[in-house]
Nanobody
Framework: QVQLVESGGGLVQAGGSLRLSCAAS????????MGWFRQAPGKEREFVAG????????KVADSVKGRFTISRDNAKNTGYLQMNSLNSEDTAVYYC??????????????WGQGTQVTVSS
């Protein structure tokens, strides 16, 4: 099992940037794919970005492509989501997850508690 703790969320103006971190503990982090998802009020949780355990394969949702970058540092047991050019539609609770490589919630077995990102216009 792996435990995940997100950090780095907050309030930012439109056009600004934030970097989310996901600290993992427990099992060997590198054996898990890592994903970032988000959930806005009244909406379903949606895939944002994912990266394989080794970091060699990644995917970013079309809605954030060119603005968000996913990365991981297995030596530090930490994953990251760099978010640039934020807009109001990016306002949501952001979750990191660990599991099998994939782009839906069903691929991930372990979830963090979430961190709020609010973009003001």
């Amino acid at each position: 099992q792996v435990q995940l703790v997100e950090s780095g969320g907050g309030l930012v103006q439109a056009g600004g940037s934030l970097r989310l971190s996901c600290a993992a503990s427990g099992d060997t982090f590198s054996i898990y794919a890592m994903g970032w998802f988000r959930q806005a009020p009244g909406k379903e949780r949606e895939f944002v970005a994912g990266v394989s355990g080794s970091g060699s394969f990644e995917k970013v949702a079309d809605s954030v492509k060119g603005r968000f970058t996913i990365s991981r540092d297995n030596a530090k047991n930490t994953g990251y989501l760099q978010m640039n050019s934020l807009n109001s539609e990016d306002t949501a609770v952001y979750y990191c997850a660990a599991g099998r490589t994939g782009w839906s919630t069903g691929h991930y077995d372990y979830w963090g508690q979430g961190t709020q990102v609010t973009v003001s216009s």
